[in-house]
């Protein structure tokens, strides 16, 4: 068995993670922007991994994120307790309605809307990172960027601290693998409306290096 797998969407966010690692024995790949992209892409570097005798011990989503504001600020760490599915189910005139209250067999569901991150994974990427805020990272394929949208979201996940584009479709790829999966964010922006002059990707960025030592 070999290392820790770490998975980010861009390069910039897979050098920034290789900028701070004391472990070498860990691989960092960025894999593209979004759910699908992110889960077909983990589990080709899984099974390519299997298939070569050395698969990975876990993996780990890596990036920035938007924040909750209240819950993770602009350059705070996060910790994912959960990976969940926020877009992925069906508008009605009551609502939005999760993929898993539809009505169709579990069979069809997989994993279903939301993943929860290894236990003892989590704790000691916890262990390691005592002042990250930990709780449920949402997964999107639209970025959030409407007040309207913003509070929607808050309702629905009143625990989540993060949303990004990444994190659920690796934690399916993990799962079907049988491999540990954790999400690690730095907060870039405020979820809301849309304003790239309050994105901070550089202050996000070097919180990514700074927190890296603790993927070992």
């Keep these: ?15 920034a993670v290789r900028a701070g690692l004391t472990d070498r024995t860990v691989t960092v790949a960025p894999i593209g922007v979004g759910p699908a992209v992110a889960g077909a892409a983990t589990a080709r570097l899984l099974a390519l991994a299997e298939a070569a005798g050395r698969p990975y011990r876990a993996v780990v989503s890596a990036g920035v994120a938007g924040g909750f504001t209240g819950r993770a600020e602009v350059g705070d760490t996060v910790l994912g307790t959960a990976s969940i599915a926020a877009d992925l189910g069906a508008e009605s005139p009551d609502g939005f309605i999760p993929i898993d209250e539809l009505g169709m067999p579990p069979a069809l569901l997989g994993v279903g809307s939301g993943l929860p991150t290894d236990p003892s994974l989590l704790a000691a990427l916890r262990a390691a990172l005592p002042t990250a805020t930990a709780g449920p990272v949402l997964t999107v394929s639209t970025v959030t960027g409407t007040t309207a949208s913003t509070e929607e979201l808050r ?19 993990a799962a079907q693998a049988g491999v540990p999966f954790a999400e690690l964010r730095t907060i870039s922006n ?27």
């Design 1 to 15: 068995m070999t290392g820790l797998l770490v998975v980010t969407a861009v390069p910039a966010e897979a050098d």
């Design 155 to 173: 309702r629905r996940h009143p625990d989540a601290v993060a949303e990004a584009m990444e994190g659920y479709g690796v934690a399916v790829a």
């Design 190 to 216: 405020p979820i809301g409306p849309r304003d790239r002059d309050a994105w901070r990707l550089r202050e996000a960025l070097a919180a990514l290096t700074a927190a890296a030592p603790a993927l070992r």
